[in-house]
């Protein structure tokens, strides 16, 4: 996955559309595997007991993650866009508004030369955008190669879905 997210920071403005997509098809089965298989590190060294807790901690942990994702990915293509795009063009945007989101739907009604700007300077903020998630992949690998291998659990929580009389007659249903 690390290798197909700097495989993307090989696109630019006159990429083919088979190479971007194909690209996005690759991260998408990596982020689809680890969507899944994340869920067993976490419970490994935990008893079973732990394991609502656990993994509600988890998702926590994962959606905040993401929002901060957003956020900084956001602010490095609003960053790069403000170099990168002419002054004279940002100009026509109102103070504080998001001029990525704000350009995207204008691109195809623009005159040449500014489309091909606009095409290149979006090409080199994505470029720098998708460095530095090399960069924090590469930091996350970096860290599970310090994680402990824990076996996974084998055994059974005999408790689990009794409510707190049947546990304290001892009977199971």
């Not at 899944?36 to 732990?50: D, E, Y």
């Not at 860290?143 to 007659?169: F, I, R, V």
Request: proline share 5%; hydrophobic share 50%; aromatic share 10%.
């Amino acid at each position: 996955l690390i290798a197909a997210g700097a495989a993307l920071t090989t696109l630019n403005a006159d990429s083919e559309r088979s190479k971007y997509i194909g690209l996005q098809v690759i991260i998408g089965l990596g982020l689809g595997i680890l969507m899944t298989t994340a869920f067993f590190p976490v419970l490994a060294p935990l008893p079973v007991s732990l394991n609502a807790n656990a993994l509600a901690f988890f998702m926590f942990v994962r959606f905040f993650s993401q929002v901060w994702g957003v956020t900084v990915g956001g602010t490095i293509l609003q960053n790069e866009l403000s170099t990168r795009l002419p002054a004279s063009f940002i100009q026509q945007f109102p103070q504080g508004t998001s001029v990525a989101y704000s350009i995207i739907p204008l691109i195809r009604t623009m005159e040449e030369p500014l489309r091909t700007e606009v095409r290149v300077a979006f090409a080199e903020a994505l470029k720098r955008f998708w460095w530095v998630l090399f960069g924090v992949g590469c930091a996350g690998l970096l860290a599970s190669l310090l994680m402990k291998g824990l076996p996974l659990h084998t055994a059974l929580d005999e408790d689990w879905g009794l409510n707190e009389d049947e546990k304290k007659n001892g009977s199971r249903a």
